[in-house]
């Protein structure tokens, strides 16, 4: 059976305000760059520094990430705050066996979920040799080596507890740490990383 990947259409108007919301990482074709934005309703969030700190709504929220000539980016989301505590000149803890503590997730955010762990990471990204990834299913590509994919938060699955909480449910502040490597072994585990965020989000009613 053929591989179908998903393209999005979309009107020049919207491209070039796409492009433009990711200047700093396209501007340079080979650069190997990551660009992550949080949306909820009109809002959208940049995470330009290495820590962002931020209050949602108790409602659904999306996660774009921009993949510049990179496979893709781990992604730690907890409730403890043991490893959003590194700093940004610390090792990552369990940086080296990063391959081996990813959890598998829905092909396309079937569920619309974040996995929250507090030992595992997840790993979103995109491989064309595949038909499949983590992302929602729609893909948006921009030029050789470029793309935008998005995640769609409804809801967190909790590993421990192999609980689902709607957001609307969640009563307490949400840590993400992100790393995305540069290269790697002989094995094909990582040895070097290029880029590091860090994201707090705590939460208010909707009618706040």
Known sequence: MARSICFMSLPGKSLVVLLLLFVPAVFFAQQKDISIRVVQDDAAHQLNEFETHLVLKREGFKIQVLLSNVEGVYVFASFGDSVY?????????????????????????????????????SYWFYDPELNWHRFNKKLVFLDSGKLVGVKSIKQLYLVTDKEEVKVKDIDRPLYLFFVAVAE???????VKEFIRKKLMIEWKNGDD
Do not use: H, R
């Open 85 to 121: 505590k590194t700093g940004q000149n610390e090792p990552v803890p369990g940086f080296n066996n990063l391959p081996n503590m990813a959890m598998a997730e829905e092909e396309f955010n079937k569920n619309k979920e974040m996995i929250i762990s507090d030992g595992g990471w």
């Open 184 to 190: 790697e072994d002989e094995k094909g585990m990582p």
